[in-house]
């Protein structure tokens, strides 16, 4: 008795139909990857704009603190585009210091040397705004700034503030 022989391999339904799930896993898969990178970038935005703006205010409020007077023609008060410039003693040496808005960035220069930029590129400052405080007895500086960075989808702007006397005004 001779018996039929018994089919190996797929057919070619079958080979569709498992194409077919292997490209909609695929895309399931895809889609999944593409919103965890956004939820990630998110997650990393938030704090790393954070960490500048603070940088930038923390070195700013150090760096007033160590001043003695503020050069009031160089620098640029109550505009979004503001800028400091004060002169600062450093081990007995005075160093003209200034730190200012150019381009979405801020800059500093010691000396009148070479600008450093102190906010990363990727992040666009919206306003470095400086308020002059005087007194009889001294004078001091608030900071405001603004930085905008790529989050939820769009646009985040967040603010930051700070304020420094400068305390060789008052000594």
Do not use: C, H, W
């Amino acid at each position: 008795m001779q018996t039929k022989p018994t089919k190996k391999g797929f057919t070619l339904l079958e080979l569709l139909i498992y194409v077919a799930g292997m490209l909609a896993l695929g895309a399931v898969m895809i889609a999944l990857i593409v919103q965890f990178y956004g939820l990630y970038k998110e997650i990393v935005s938030i704090p790393r704009s954070d960490r500048a703006a603070l940088l930038v205010i923390d070195r700013l409020t150090k760096d007033l603190r160590a001043g003695d007077d503020v050069d009031l023609i160089e620098s640029d008060f109550l505009t979004t585009n503001g800028a400091i410039e004060f002169a600062s003693l450093d081990n007995g040496d005075t160093t003209t210091k200034r730190y200012f808005l150019e381009n979405g960035t801020v800059k500093y220069q010691e000396n009148g040397g070479t600008e450093q930029i102190i906010t990363p590129k990727d992040l666009y400052v919206s306003n470095f705004n400086l308020a002059l405080v005087s007194t009889d007895v001294s004078k001091a500086v608030r900071i405001t700034m603004e930085i905008q960075f790529q989050a939820n989808g769009g646009t985040t702007t967040k603010a930051y503030s700070g304020f420094a006397i400068l305390r060789e005004s008052y000594e």
